[in-house]
């Protein structure tokens, strides 16, 4: 007898990188205009590039040895312990909105580390990430609001190439 979850893995058709790459590159457009048309060009232009960064560069693959992985290009070894922590297509790399947001957390802890060991010989103390980003939504709110959707959406598009927007749970 068939279980319910074998059925699901025997059903689940992921998409190849190419495909996760074609479908992002062609409603990264549409997004935009669509957006574009409704809250205006500015917003529009946000929407689109935000879409094609998320869907090329903070891909739920990044769990993995990809092509956004590889689109990083020499910063790729930055991505090396987030692959190491996180299991490919787990529920911290594949869920809706937790996905995106560990990626955007991540980076910000690369971020806030290299800040840490540049400040040990002259640079920018890693407060100015948090300064920067409450300056930015203080003055660019619904343009920091589209990129963070528009970065979500991305990600929901790859989720459901792969056939099933909510990873499984572990097995045990």
Not at 11 to 28: I, K, P
Not at 47 to 71: C, I, K, Y
């Amino acid at each position: 007898m068939t279980t319910p979850s074998c059925l699901l893995q025997q059903q689940a058709q992921v998409a190849s990188g190419r495909a996760h790459d074609q479908a992002t590159l062609a409603l990264a457009l549409p997004l935009g205009l669509l957006v574009g048309l409704w809250q205006g060009p500015v917003l529009g232009l946000t929407a689109a590039v935000a879409f094609a960064l998320g869907g090329l560069w903070l891909s739920p693959d990044l769990d993995t040895r990809s092509r956004p992985t590889r689109r990083w290009g020499p910063l790729a070894p930055l991505w090396w312990p987030y692959r190491h922590l996180v299991r490919h297509r787990g529920w911290l790399s594949h869920t809706p909105v937790l996905g995106t947001t560990s990626r955007l957390i991540y980076l910000t802890g690369v971020a806030l580390a290299i800040l840490a060991i540049g400040q040990s010989i002259g640079g920018p103390h890693p407060g100015i990430v948090f300064t920067g980003l409450e300056q930015l939504w203080g003055q660019e709110r619904p343009l920091l609001i589209t990129a963070l959707l528009a970065i979500e959406a991305s990600a929901w598009l790859h989720l459901l190439q792969d056939g099933d927007p909510m990873p499984l749970p572990p097995s045990r």
